[in-house]
Nanobody, 123 residues
Framework: QVQLGESGGGSVQAGGALRLSCAAS????????MAWFRQAPGKEREGVAY???????NYANSVKGRFTISRDNAKNTLYLQMNNLKPEDTAMYYC?????????????????WGQGTQVTVSS
């Protein structure tokens, strides 16, 4: 199984930007769906964005126009560029991988998860 490890989190002021990275221990070229999820204190984990092997992307409404997901199969790395960050984006961010032929912004079917990286946005 592919092991995932996130990096790039930190503390920024509202309006700032961060780029999260998720390095995989093996090839992701055939991993159909890779995604970012986040979990804020006291809240359930929610889907942020996903990208398929065909580069189809989907975003949660709350981040559309501000976040961009991408994958570099040659580097076995998933990215999340986050711009115009808001305090409500504060959360632990997780990357996840899923095989198969469908992709959702739901945890169902995602069997590979990273440990998470903390993003804190102050007002």
């Amino acid at each position: 199984q592919v092991q995932l490890g996130e990096s790039g989190g930190g503390s920024v002021q509202a309006g700032g930007a961060l780029r999260l990275s998720c390095a995989a221990s093996g090839s992701i070229v055939n991993v159909y769906c890779m995604a970012w999820f986040r979990q804020a204190p006291g809240k359930e984990r929610e889907g942020v964005a996903y990208i398929t092997t065909g580069s189809t992307t989907n975003y949660a409404n709350s981040v559309k126009g501000r976040f961009t997901i991408s994958r570099d199969n040659a580097k076995n790395t998933l990215y999340l560029q986050m711009n115009n960050l808001k305090p409500e984006d504060t959360a632990m961010y997780y990357c996840a991988a899923k095989s198969g032929t469908v992709c959702f912004l739901l945890e169902t079917g995602f069997k590979n998860w990273g440990q998470g990286t903390q993003v804190t946005v102050s007002s």
